[in-house]
C-alpha cells in the first residue's frame, strides 16, 4: 500500500493509521504503536506523534505502507 504527503512536508503516525484505514479510531492508533505493534523503516516506532516523511516505511500486522511524496 502506498500513502502520498499531496506536498505536505510530514504526517503524523497515528494519523496515517487512521487514514490507512487500519485503525478505527485515534485511541485504536495510540494503543497500537504503544504496544510496540507498528515499525518505522524496520525498527519499532513507540512515538505516536512521529514524523512521517516522504520516503518511509510503515509496518504493521505484516502490512506495508510506503509514504510517497
Same mark, same amino acid.
Given at each position: +500500500? =502506498?500513502? !502520498?504527503?499531496?506536498?505536505? $512536508?510530514? /504526517? $503524523?503516525? #497515528? *494519523?496515517?493509521? *487512521?487514514? &490507512?484505514?487500519? !485503525? %478505527?479510531?485515534?485511541?485504536? !492508533?495510540?494503543? +497500537? #504503536? %504503544?504496544?510496540? =505493534? #507498528?515499525?518505522?523503516?524496520? $525498527? #519499532?516506532?513507540?512515538?505516536?506523534? &512521529? *514524523?512521517?516523511? !516522504?520516503? %518511509?516505511?510503515? $509496518?504493521?500486522?505484516? =502490512?506495508? /505502507? *510506503?509514504?510517497?511524496?
Amino acid at each position: +500500500m =502506498e500513502y !502520498a504527503l499531496n506536498g505536505t $512536508e510530514f /504526517i $503524523e503516525l #497515528v *494519523k496515517l493509521l *487512521k487514514l &490507512a484505514r487500519i !485503525a %478505527e479510531s485515534g485511541g485504536q !492508533a495510540k494503543l +497500537m #504503536v %504503544e504496544d510496540g =505493534e #507498528v515499525k518505522r523503516n524496520g $525498527e #519499532v516506532e513507540l512515538r505516536k506523534r &512521529a *514524523k512521517i516523511r !516522504a520516503g %518511509e516505511t510503515i $509496518e504493521i500486522f505484516g =502490512e506495508q /505502507i *510506503k509514504i510517497t511524496e
